[in-house]
């Protein structure tokens, strides 16, 4: 089961993750900011309040934003 190690803010609307297999790289945030929902991470500072959920199977914001560990794998620009 894919699960998220680490996030943090990287600046310009982007996510480094890590991912437990072994995957790391930024998720770009932008495409979203202008979906319903998602709207809210527009903000670059409620964006830097990005974390790993409890469960570990995803990120969330603090008005239940998120998205899958599988869904930033996916989109996951890869570090060389």
């Not at 680490?6 to 932008?30: C, E, I, M, P, T």
């Amino acid at each position: 089961m894919l699960t998220v190690n680490s996030v943090r803010y990287a600046g310009a609307f982007k996510l480094h993750v890590s991912l437990s297999n072994g995957d790391s790289g930024l998720f770009d945030v932008s495409g979203y900011t202008n979906k319903g929902f998602f709207k809210e991470l527009a903000n670059e500072e409620y964006l830097k309040q990005v974390s790993v959920d409890s469960s570990g199977m995803g990120i969330r914001w603090p008005n239940e934003q998120d998205f899958s560990a599988d869904t930033l794998e996916a989109e996951l620009i890869k570090a060389n």
